[in-house]
């Protein structure tokens, strides 16, 4: 190998050893702000179109301490429904992907997640299990 390259390569090597706090791009935006960050998140007409592609924006760096995540927050607050959009650091300490809080004066859905712009979609998820569970129930009644 020719000596005025090995520098160069081992910089390179050195270089990209290094790391540096990466970020995690998620959708940040309220609606009670900017209708186009309500649910449904696409137009209805084009699924395949988003309502508010510009809000994906990325989060700060990770460090040691921080790593961010993704969450979308649903908020009933005495009949005025809110959904919010946003980077994340501290997380549930139960672990749990979506959990509630149910107060007198407001009730919220929050979820997280992991992956650039998944906090985009509906939070609902059907369970497969809760599906096939209602259906032996009903044969069951019946």
């Not at 309500?38 to 510009?54: I, L, Q, S, T, V």
């Not at 969450?71 to 005495?78: A, G």
């Amino acid at each position: 190998m020719d000596s005025k390259l090995v520098f160069p390569a081992a910089l390179l090597v050195l270089l990209s050893l290094i790391q540096t706090g990466s970020s995690i791009e998620c959708y940040t935006c309220n609606s009670y702000t900017d209708a186009h960050c309500g649910d449904p998140f696409f137009f209805e007409d084009k699924p395949n179109e988003m309502k508010n592609p510009d809000a994906l924006k990325a989060c700060d760096a990770d460090t040691e301490d921080k790593k961010h995540f993704c969450r979308k927050i649903y908020q009933n607050v005495r009949g005025d429904e809110r959904v919010i959009r946003s980077c994340g650091t501290i997380r549930d300490e139960r672990e749990r992907e979506c959990y509630t809080t149910v107060l007198e004066e407001y009730n919220t859905v929050v979820c997280q997640c992991d992956t650039d712009g998944c906090n985009s979609g509906n939070m609902y998820k059907v369970s497969t299990f809760a599906v096939l569970s209602a259906v032996l129930l009903a044969y069951l009644i019946h």
